[in-house]
Nanobody, 118 residues
Framework: QVQLVESGGGLVQPGGSLRLSCAAS????????MSWYRQAPGKQRELVAI???????NYADSVKGRFTISRDTAKKTVYLQMNSLKLEDTAVYYC????????????WGQGTQVTVSS
């Protein structure tokens, strides 16, 4: 059974940095993609960053140049390094993993709150 455990959220000032972690219960190589989503109050969930099975990252335009998605396969962990944080980055951030086999399956973390405030 797949579990995704997130950590690293919290309160940070504008311009500050935060690193989110998503620890998976099985090999990251098992997944087609791993990604970070976020949802702010009153807004739709949006894809923030995604990393492919081969390690290629992509980002939403709103976070390009500020956020970096990376992975440590030995630790079975995906990270989201968040720099130059803005007020509009405030949201609940969710880790997502997609497995594609006979059936496509998605897994989600519990979410971690990121609050950017002065």
């Amino acid at each position: 059974q797949v579990q995704l455990v997130e950590s690293g959220g919290g309160l940070v000032q504008p311009g500050g940095s935060l690193r989110l972690s998503c620890a998976a219960s099985r090999s990251i190589f098992s997944f087609k993609t791993m990604s970070w989503y976020r949802q702010a109050p009153g807004k739709q969930r949006e894809l923030v960053a995604i990393i492919s099975q081969g390690g290629s990252p992509n980002y939403a335009d709103s976070v390009k140049g500020r956020f970096t998605i990376s992975r440590d396969t030995a630790k079975k962990t995906v990270y989201l390094q968040m720099n130059s944080l803005k007020l509009e980055d405030t949201a609940v951030y969710y880790c997502n993993a997609v497995f594609e086999g006979l059936v496509r399956r998605e897994y989600w973390g519990q979410g971690t709150q990121v609050t950017v405030s002065s």
